[in-house]
Nanobody
């Protein structure tokens, strides 16, 4: 069973930074895409950013210029550096990995709270 473990969430003040990490193990498929999604209370889950095996990154408009996604293919890890955090960034952040052929796996999520 593929396992994804997220870490790095926590409480931060507006304007602060956090770094989320996702580590994949027991991989049963080739990971093409690694990404981060988030779900705020009462809202639908939305994509934050993802990155292909080749390093092409895509960002949601609401995080462009503030968040940076990266990955280490040798270690099957993905990192989301979050800067200039806003109260509205408060959410549970989920890591997701995908193959080219439709296989997906979600992590259990890590809570990010931005509050003064």
């Amino acid at each position: 069973q593929v396992q994804l473990v997220e870490s790095g969430g926590g409480l931060v003040q507006p304007g602060g930074s956090l770094r989320l990490s996702c580590a994949a193990s027991r991989i049963t498929f080739n990971i093409y895409l690694m990404g981060w999604y988030r779900q705020a209370p009462g809202k639908e889950r939305e994509k934050v950013a993802d990155i292909t095996f080749g390093g092409t990154a895509n960002y949601a408009d609401f995080v462009k210029g503030r968040f940076t996604i990266s990955r280490d293919n040798a270690k099957n890890t993905c990192t989301l550096q979050m800067n200039s955090l806003k109260v509205e960034d408060t959410a549970v952040y989920y890591c997701k990995i995908s193959s080219r052929f439709g296989a997906n796996q979600w992590g259990k999520g890590t809570l990010v709270t931005v509050s003064s």
